[in-house]
């Protein structure tokens, strides 16, 4: 298994669902850093005043706010991710090939059918695969707007370790 193909199919799924990941993660984006700052923790401004006026005792001081540190840095990565995938899914719903180069050069070409937004094909290994390529971010690679009639037989290139990644080939579809 390459590790190249396991980082395009993981980048893939916010390119290849960019409408929904730009709504995703914009909002969940600003969740995610209000709950990375220091002072996220509940009655954590109460206690800052408290402390610096002295007013309480020793018992009281929180000690070891190791679990408070660790969600922090856990929300933190999730934001960055999340900022990634907003990201990914801008560039990919503006045309950019952010991972269908890779998988068009890489990939192990079959034929497949379509049905509206949705493309079944077999890997050469037996397994059947139904997989969607939205209207917004269409997994189409050379040409995204080729036009791709239902029901037609098209060309599709998916990465043999990962087939969820996959691009239809418009060079070789029958115009």
Do not use: C, K
């Amino acid at each position: 298994m390459n590790p190249m193909d396991t980082l395009i199919w993981l980048v893939n799924f916010p390119a290849s669902h960019g409408y929904a990941m730009v709504f995703i993660a914009g909002f969940s984006i600003l969740g995610l850093f209000a709950m990375s700052v220091s002072g996220a923790a509940p009655g954590g401004s109460l206690r800052t005043i408290r402390e610096r006026e002295g007013l309480l005792r020793p018992e009281e001081r929180p000690r070891g706010q190791i679990r408070q540190r660790i969600a922090r840095i856990v929300f933190r990565i999730l934001a960055f991710v999340m900022l990634g995938s907003l990201v990914l899914g801008i560039l990919s719903l503006t045309g950019v090939p952010v991972t269908r180069a890779y998988i068009y050069d890489n990939g192990r070409p079959t034929t497949a059918t379509m049905d509206g937004d949705w493309v079944t094909f077999t890997t050469a290994d037996g397994v059947e695969y139904t997989l969607e390529s939205n209207f917004f971010t269409p997994a189409v690679y050379p040409d995204r707007d080729t036009y791709m009639p239902s029901g037609a037989p098209v060309v599709v290139r998916y990465l043999p370790s990962h087939p969820q990644a996959f691009v239809i080939d418009s060079a070789q579809t029958p115009r």
